[in-house]
């Protein structure tokens, strides 16, 4: 910056002459200047052009390494397509369900049967307390009607190791 006093003595003088001579080296200068720019236009241009193309790559090889997750929805079966197989056993109760899993947990919300692995614990115990000729043990929820007697029949394996450990057997 130039002090106040440099200012007044700029301004107060005249500008320098211009001869053809300067005028010509300016025009040089600026058309110098000009192809430098045209020049550095074009590297950029160039550059940009290599960016587009590297962005490309590393979105393609990022693809290619971690595919995209496919979010699709779970095809679930229309009421009328289950097979209800699955029967509440408990009187006066006409509940059909189409898996094991939903009429258990029936059984344990709407009878106070207790869960599945509950119930054949107790079985298990109730069965062992008779080949022991001991009295049932008590239980706070309700069984199915014949659970003693259907869980006698398909765990036949259970009750053989029974009776071979008892060396008896028992008659529901």
Same mark, same amino acid.
């Given at each position: 910056?130039?002090?106040?006093?440099?200012?007044?003595?700029?301004?107060?003088?005249?500008?320098?002459?211009?001869?053809?001579?300067?005028?010509?080296?300016?025009?040089?200068?600026?058309?110098?200047? =000009?192809?430098?720019?045209?020049?550095?236009?074009?590297?950029?241009?160039?550059? /940009? &052009?290599?960016? #587009?193309?590297? !962005?490309?790559?590393?979105?393609?090889?990022?693809?290619?390494?971690?595919?995209?997750?496919?979010?699709?929805?779970?095809?679930?079966?229309?009421?009328?397509?289950?097979?209800?197989?699955?029967?509440?056993?408990?009187?006066?109760?006409?509940?059909?369900?189409?898996?094991?899993?939903?009429?258990?947990?029936?059984?344990?919300?709407?009878?106070?049967?207790? =869960?599945?692995?509950?119930?054949?614990?107790?079985?298990?115990?109730?069965?062992? /307390? &008779?080949?022991? #000729?001991?009295? !049932?043990?008590?239980?706070?929820?309700?069984?199915?009607?014949?659970?003693?007697?259907?869980?006698?029949?398909?765990?036949?394996?259970?009750?053989?190791?029974?009776?071979?450990?008892?060396?008896?057997?028992?008659?529901?």
């Amino acid at each position: 910056m130039l002090s106040d006093k440099e200012q007044v003595e700029f301004l107060g003088k005249k500008p320098p002459a211009c001869t053809k001579s300067t005028i010509e080296k300016l025009m040089m200068n600026f058309q110098q200047i =000009s192809r430098n720019i045209d020049d550095l236009d074009q590297d950029l241009n160039q550059l /940009a &052009k290599r960016l #587009d193309y590297l !962005e490309e790559s590393i979105t393609e090889h990022y693809t290619l390494v971690q595919p995209q997750k496919q979010e699709t929805k779970k095809k679930r079966r229309t009421a009328n397509l289950i097979k209800r197989d699955f029967q509440c056993p408990y009187e006066k109760c006409d509940k059909i369900y189409g898996t094991d899993i939903s009429l258990n947990l029936h059984i344990r919300l709407k009878h106070n049967g207790g =869960s599945k692995i509950e119930r054949e614990e107790l079985a298990k115990k109730i069965l062992e /307390a &008779k080949f022991q #000729d001991e009295v !049932e043990p008590e239980h706070s929820f309700n069984l199915p009607p014949n659970f003693i007697e259907d869980f006698y029949i398909h765990h036949q394996e259970y009750i053989n190791n029974l009776e071979k450990a008892y060396n008896k057997k028992i008659l529901l």
